[in-house]
């Protein structure tokens, strides 16, 4: 299932806490998909807090808790990282990350506690939502394989790779918009993981966040910028996406196209990747700003002039998303869409 439709889930997920309804989910894919951060996204929404339990790295006592005589009984001292309504909040996201590296007498333990709520005297507070994730055996990570009895306690999700929802959270994130238009020219490299030749560096949609950070920090240093980028996405992807940066120097005046002059389109196909990618990035940093119409009528005007006018609907495409349905009320994008009225109807 594709990121924003697991959002969805996961944001449903936690609201149905409230009313009983709540069914734990588990989270598969391969590494650096972005599992753990779509749950941390639904606890920032939320503003509620997010326990990240490491399971892998855990004993069974750590989550049945110590025992302790009291008197002529022996109790259970409940480990203080569980969720409690007073120390962490009534509502939160009981986060029991890498699953499938714990060991068995680990997941044991968690039966209970995920499926019941309980673990001895111990509840989980009734609007905490309990999300897990862990790798598939074929990602050649440090997986067992799950247990029927566990994987019967959880609703079960796999999370695909999809360039427009990466794209659109890049933008919301601030991610330098080299990347993504670089992404948008070369959609293959979002993900490319073979885990047959185990890689330490490779494509994925967290170290494309990495490759950013990359070009933040050793951009003035040329003579680092690849070995660096190469560090962070892998030797091949990190040599291309390094002369995707270089030859951006030919780049159009960004300036003049958001003041409406007349700027002819570069015929290379990376650079009119860069400039769309480029031009979405100068629209949402103008929201602010009260000619940001102007700026984003400007914009659809240079849109439409695209040869390929598959590459104008992809510019608008990720301008809505970035900006939302005002963009419909801009007065420029009535003439944009009867420019483009065959391309977004029929093919």
């Known amino acids: ?58 004993e069974p006592s750590d989550l049945r808790g110590i025992p302790f005589r009291a008197g002529d009984r022996v109790e259970w ?73 566990l994987a019967n306690r959880f609703s079960h999700f796999e999370v695909e790779t999809h ?22 020219f070369r959609p293959e490299l979002l993900f490319d993981f073979d885990p047959a030749h185990n890689p330490v560096a490779f494509p ?36 291309e996406i390094a002369a995707f940066v270089d030859s951006l120097d030919q780049m159009p005046d960004l300036d003049a196209i958001l003041a409406g002059d007349v700027v002819p389109v570069p015929r290379e196909i990376d650079l009119q990747y860069a400039v769309a990618a480029a031009l979405v990035g100068r629209a949402i940093r103008a929201q602010a700003e009260p000619d940001k119409d102007r700026v984003i009528g400007n914009i659809l005007a240079y849109a439409g002039r695209f040869p390929q006018r598959e590459m104008g609907v992809m510019l608008v495409s990720d301008l809505h998303r970035a900006v939302g349905n005002s963009l419909f009320e801009v007065p420029a994008f009535a003439d944009w869409a009867a420019v483009v009225a065959d391309v977004m109807l029929y093919e």
């Not at 929404?45 to 892998?56: A, E, N, T, Y």
């Not at 929802?165 to 990347?179: K, L, N, T």
């Open 1 to 58: 299932m594709r990121p924003a439709q697991l959002l969805r889930v996961l944001e449903r997920e936690f609201s149905s806490t409230a009313e009983g309804h709540h069914t734990p989910v588990m989270l598969w894919g391969p590494p650096g998909v972005g599992k753990s951060q779509m749950v941390a996204q639904i606890a920032e929404r939320h503003r509620v807090p997010m326990i990240d339990i490491r399971l892998s790295q855990m």
């Open 77 to 149: 001292a409940i480990p203080a990282i569980l969720p409690d309504a007073e120390r962490h909040g009534p509502a939160g996201i009981l986060f029991l990350d890498e699953i499938t590296s714990a060991p068995p007498a680990v997941s044991a333990a968690a039966y209970q506690l995920i499926l019941d709520r309980r673990l001895g005297e111990y509840g989980v507070p009734r609007r905490w939502a309990i999300f897990a994730a862990g790798n598939r055996q074929g990602d050649r990570g440090v997986t067992y394989s799950m247990p029927a009895p």
């Open 163 to 184: 360039l427009d929802d990466w794209v659109a959270w890049a933008y919301a994130q601030g991610i330098d918009e080299r990347v993504i238009g670089f992404l948008r």
């Open 204 to 239: 994925s949609p967290r170290s494309w966040e990495f490759a950013h950070r990359c070009l933040k920090k050793f951009e003035d240093i040329p003579e680092l910028l690849q070995g660096t980028l190469q560090g962070c996405v892998g030797p091949a992807a990190g040599i």
